[in-house]
């Protein structure tokens, strides 16, 4: 049939299971917009407050549901707009989808009005991109757009159109979504390979099992829990990796790095081997990288064959998706037993429990009652600070796919549209996002989307009236030298909630936070809850920046 260039660009979304949209119009992308009215029955179209917005609720929608998100966006200032949320997406390795229409082609190249080199622009931060010129070339760009976002390790893709190419027809032929390749598994998961690992494991007598979001990404719980049983290590876990090992699980020891748990970073530095699982050993688990891990071997999975020997040099790795690695290895794995290992890690758990000020309202007692209430099965969004290292610690996820967090870029303002993402794929799950007022104030003109929505999402803000972890450095590192990070200005944010069509409850006290919290998850509208704390209270414990991660230090 013959089809105009956004009638095609819709259809293709069609063929890709593509439900919902989220973005802003603008000129350049009139003619998608209009082709959007016209199927508003098929694909639901998420107006945000911001462009930033609906790149991080594609995000949230991603994260939370494992399908691709979609965000659109105009010509200039709209498709720069997106370029926060796509290099979000691209270092937590997030598949979503950025429209962005452009001026005409004759007009490209001459500064035209609102016209930008989107795709230059973002070429360091996606996968891929493209710019579309010939409306012949729009169904099968798309079409690979998908595929190279969710396949091996996943990414945002970046597609230019240009607003003539979104006019004229062209021969349109419908086509199945193809099922994604499991990224490099036959290739490079030899029985070889495994064996080796085996080895390894075999002559291990202190091994730690260390998660990240790879295998959060790969959808690996089950092979991993397996495995955890099979090898009898402790395990521990990157921000990202939360939740691809139930957080309750006795094994489990906590997050690892500048705020993990002593117990994690205790083990880690005394175990002889140490097997990573789709984690890319970031500067924040680290420490000192000449003295992570110092007493063990480092057997590597990873899906990405760039992150074998790129922060820490591994004895072995074996390349490819880890939950076929996973599987595979636990044919070939025999029954270990580590009792007198374990036993010693349970001991640190026991000696060094993370803590809940008992009096006063506190970031760790917020969180902990809101795992208290939602009985942890809720999604969990966050901004970037000290509230998300508390959300990292007090909350104990159980499944992949329940923290969104920016663990690469630590994007301020993320978590917001992230919460409208995930409550948009997730309707029947409770979404609350936890962010900081700092973090707040970043974004927090998507509370105005959630009122539109009707998405009741539930939005607590850890409120110290400070940029509470660059002050907790300025304390520690930089003689109090409090330099713009002080928020004090009288900003009422219950207010500005109840403005935007939300309820809003601010608290002071265990108790007022423990009712407003219960009475929000009750309501049918968006609801923030405005929770005042100490200035001064800080994210314990924690590793100096390039120390050895067994250096860690309390207040005391």
């Not at 390894?200 to 829990?225: Q, T, Y």
């Not at 549209?417 to 970043?442: E, H, L, S, Y």
Request: charged content about 25%; overall charge negative; hydrophobic content about 40%.
């Amino acid at each position: 049939m013959l089809l105009s260039g956004s009638e095609i660009i819709i259809e293709c979304l069609k063929e890709q299971g593509v439900d919902t949209v989220f973005g802003y119009p603008g000129g350049a992308i009139l003619n998608l917009y209009d082709e959007l009215y016209k199927h508003k029955d098929e694909i639901h179209h998420v107006l945000t407050s911001h462009e930033q917005g609906a790149a991080h609720a594609a995000d949230g929608y991603a994260r939370s549901t494992g399908k691709v998100g979609v965000c659109l966006a105009t010509s200039g200032p709209g498709a720069t707009n997106l370029v926060t949320g796509i290099a979000t997406a691209h270092m937590d390795s997030v598949p979503i989808i950025a429209i962005t229409c452009n001026v005409t082609v004759p007009l490209l190249g001459k500064d035209s009005f609102q016209e930008i080199d989107i795709a230059g622009i973002t070429m360091p931060i996606t996968k891929h991109n493209f710019i579309v010129k010939d409306v012949k070339d729009l169904a099968e760009t798309i079409r690979r757009a998908f595929v190279i976002a969710k396949s091996g390790r996943p990414g945002p893709v970046l597609i230019d159109v240009p607003k003539d190419v979104t006019a004229p027809n062209n021969k349109y032929e419908y086509m199945p979504m193809k099922p994604i390749p499991v990224g490099r598994v036959k290739k490079d998961i030899t029985e070889d390979s495994l064996k080796q690992a085996i080895k390894l494991i075999d002559k291990a007598k202190k091994p730690v099992i260390f998660v990240g979001g790879g295998a959060v990404l790969a959808n690996a719980s089950k092979e991993l829990k397996k495995f955890v049983e099979l090898v009898d290590a402790p395990v521990c876990d990157t921000l990202m990796g939360k939740g691809a090992y139930s957080g309750k699980e006795d094994r489990y020891l906590g997050m690892l790095g500048m705020h993990g748990t002593k117990a994690s970073n205790l083990s880690v530095s005394e175990c002889d081997l140490l097997i990573a699982i789709g984690t890319r050993f970031s500067d924040r688990v680290l420490g000192n990288p000449s003295k992570f891990a110092s007493k063990a071997k480092i057997l590597q999975f990873d899906v990405d064959p760039a992150e074998i020997n790129k922060n820490i040099v591994a004895d072995h790795a074996v390349i490819g998706d880890v939950k076929e690695i996973l599987s595979r290895i636990n044919k070939l794995l025999t029954q270990k037993e580590h009792e007198a290992w374990i036993k010693h890690t349970e001991e640190l758990k026991d000696k060094y429990p993370l803590t809940i000020p008992k009096e006063g309202l506190s970031g760790p007692y917020i969180v902990s009652e809101v795992y208290r209430q939602t009985k942890g099965e809720a999604i969990i969004t966050t901004e970037v600070g000290q509230h998300q290292m508390w959300a990292a610690q007090f909350y104990n996820y159980k499944k992949p796919h329940q923290l969104l967090t920016s663990g690469g870029l630590g994007t301020m303002g993320y978590g917001l549209g992230a919460a409208i993402g995930a409550k948009t794929g997730n309707p029947d799950k409770t979404v609350i996002n936890i962010a900081g007022d700092g973090c707040f104030r970043m974004n927090m003109n998507e509370m105005a989307t959630a009122s539109r929505e009707k998405l009741p999402i539930i939005e607590i803000i850890v409120n110290n009236h400070v940029l509470g972890m660059v002050r907790q450095w300025q304390t520690l590192f930089y003689d109090k030298h409090y330099s713009a990070t002080v928020l004090d200005d009288g900003v009422d944010y219950v207010k500005l909630a109840e403005a935007m069509g939300a309820t809003g409850y601010r608290v002071t006290t265990q108790e007022e936070f423990s009712s407003a919290l219960s009475e929000a998850m009750r309501s049918e509208k968006p609801v923030l809850i405005d929770c005042i704390i100490n200035s001064d209270e800080k994210v314990w414990p924690m590793v100096a920046p390039g120390a050895p991660i067994n250096e860690f230090f309390e207040e005391k």
